[in-house]
C-alpha cells in the first residue's frame, strides 16, 4: 500500500513571525538567531504575571477593529492568517487578483487555533458587560471556531472543504496531517494546511500565568524563551501564522508547480496521562516520532535533523530528550537539534506551523536554524542543540510537538 498511495508534496509556504513578516524575512532572521519577544505594552499586567510575549511587531492592520483606549485588537488572528494564506498561495502560483486562480478553486483548506479570536471575544465581553453596548454579528461570529476559515475561503474564493482542528499546541501539525491524509486517499488534490494564533490579550495571559505555566524569571525579555537550559521557568506566549500548500505530486507537476519538499510521514498519540503534565519518560512523546517514522517507511538512522518542540519548560525539554534517547539511541546526542521557541516564543497551534515552515526550508536550503539563549545546558538534555546556524547535509526531517491533554504530533518532511 505504501508504494501505491498518493505522495504529497508542498508547494508553497507563508510564515508571519515575530521575528519576521513573511518567510524571507522569517527565515533570514532565524537562521540569524534574531528574538522577536519583547515586553508586553498593549495592557498592564499584574505583578508576578509574565511581561513578555512573542510579539509580530510593526503589523498594524487590525487598527480599525479595535476598541477604543482598549488596545485589544478585536481580529487580529484572522489578519494574521489571511497574510499567511495570501502569501503561501502566491508563492504556489495559485493567487490572481487575490483570488484562487481558475481552474484551482476546489482547494481545501484546514487550520488550526488553540483558542479562536481570542481578541474578538474579549471584545464582545467587554461591549455587553463593561460597556453595556450590544456587540455586533462580526464580533459574535467570532465565538465559533468555524469563522476562522469561513473567512479565508470567502475572501480567496475556495470552493474546496474547509475545516479548524482545534487540538492544542499540537495543532499545526495537526492540520498538515489532515492535509496530507486527505490526499493521499484521494479526496483531495491541494489543501491549504497550518495555524494561526494570536493570544497576546489579557485572558489569556491571566489563566496561563494561574497555572504557573510562563516565564516570569528576572531578565531581559529576548532571554526569556530559553529551551534545554537550566535557567528556563517556563514558555513565552507569541502570535503568528505558519501556511503551507500541499498537493498530490501528480497536480502538482501536471501545473508545473515548485516542489520545495515531501511530506513522508505522520504520527500522533495520546499518552492518557494527564490533562497538562508529562510523563518525564518521554515514552508517548517517542511513540508518536516511531508512528510517524514508520508512515515514512524510514529508519531513526535516517533523520539527520530534528526541529523540536523546545516549549523552554521544565519538564517538556526533559521528556523530550528522553523521547529521542528512546528513538535513536547513542546517535541522539549527534543528531542536530533546534528549539525555534527559543526565537519566536510559543505561539500555540502555530508554533509548531511556523516550525514546519521552518523544516521546509531547512530542506530546501540545506541549513539548520539555531536556538538562542542556550547559556547554561541542561545536563538532563543530553542533545546536540545547535547555538548557531549549520549547514547540514539533510535528507529528512523530524518535527516534534506536545501539547495539553497529554497530545503528542509528530511529521516528517524529507527531501523531494
Known amino acids: 500500500m505504501q508504494k501505491n498511495r498518493r505522495k504529497v ?22 537562521l540569524s538567531g534574531v528574538s ?43 489578519l494574521l492568517a489571511e497574510f499567511a494564506v495570501r502569501e503561501a498561495l502566491d508563492e504556489a502560483g495559485l493567487l490572481h487578483d487575490n483570488q484562487i486562480r481558475a481552474g484551482y478553486e476546489k482547494t481545501a483548506l484546514c487550520l488550526s487555533s488553540a483558542i479562536g479570536q481570542m481578541g474578538s471575544m474579549e471584545s464582545a465581553y467587554l461591549k455587553e458587560y463593561v460597556y453595556h453596548q450590544q456587540a455586533d454579528q462580526y464580533e459574535m461570529d467570532s465565538f465559533s471556531f468555524s469563522d476562522i476559515t469561513r473567512r479565508i475561503v470567502q475572501l480567496f474564493g475556495l470552493q474546496g472543504g474547509h475545516t479548524v482542528i482545534p487540538t492544542g499546541c ?39 500565568g494561574r497555572i504557573g505555566a510562563n516565564s516570569t524569571r528576572a531578565c531581559l525579555p529576548h532571554e526569556a524563551s530559553c529551551p534545554f537550559d537550566m535557567d528556563r521557568d517556563g514558555f513565552v506566549i507569541g502570535e503568528g501564522a505558519g501556511i503551507l500548500i500541499l498537493e498530490d505530486e501528480i497536480s502538482a507537476l501536471e501545473r508545473g508547480a515548485t516542489i520545495w519538499a515531501e511530506v513522508k510521514g505522520t504520527g500522533s498519540v495520546c499518552n492518557a496521562y494527564h490533562m497538562t503534565d508529562l510523563h518525564p519518560s518521554g515514552a508517548d512523546i517517542a511513540k508518536s516520532c516511531e508512528v510517524a517514522l514508520t508512515d515514512a517507511n524510514l529508519r531513526p538512522d535516517e533523520i539527520d535533523f530534528i526541529n523540536a518542540h523546545g516549549s523552554s519548560t521544565p519538564q517538556n525539554d526533559v521528556a523530550e530528550a528522553a523521547a529521542y534517547r528512546i528513538v535513536f539511541g547513542e546517535n541522539s546526542s549527534r543528531i542536530p537539534v533546534t528549539a525555534l521557541k527559543s526565537q519566536n516564543g510559543h505561539a500555540l497551534s502555530a508554533a509548531n506551523a511556523m516550525e514546519m515552515v521552518s523544516s521546509v526550508l531547512s530542506i530546501r536550503y540545506q541549513m539548520a536554524p539555531p536556538t538562542i539563549n542556550l547559556f547554561h545546558p541542561d545536563p538532563a538534555c543530553q542533545l546536540d542543540v545547535l547555538t548557531s546556524a549549520r549547514e547540514v547535509t539533510i535528507r529528512n526531517i523530524l518535527k516534534t510537538s506536545s501539547g495539553f491533554s497529554g497530545l503528542h504530533s509528530a511529521l516528517i518532511v524529507s527531501q523531494y
Request: glycine share 12%.
Open 36 to 78: 522577536g519577544c519583547r515586553e508586553i505594552t498593549g495592557f498592564p499586567i499584574t505583578d508576578g504575571f509574565s511581561k513578555v510575549a512573542g510579539v509580530v511587531n510593526n503589523f498594524y492592520p487590525e487598527s480599525k477593529f479595535s476598541i477604543d483606549d482598549m488596545g485589544l485588537p478585536s481580529n487580529r488572528l484572522s
Open 170 to 208: 499540537v495543532g499545526g501539525c495537526d492540520a498538515v496531517s489532515y492535509g496530507v491524509h486527505s490526499i493521499r486517499v484521494g479526496r483531495e488534490n491541494r489543501v491549504i494546511v497550518g495555524a494561526a494564533e494570536a493570544p497576546i490579550t489579557p485572558l489569556v495571559l491571566a489563566a496561563f
Open 9 to 30: 508534496v508542498v508547494t508553497g509556504v507563508s510564515a508571519i513571525a515575530p521575528n519576521g513578516i513573511g518567510w524571507r524575512d522569517f527565515w533570514t532572521n532565524s
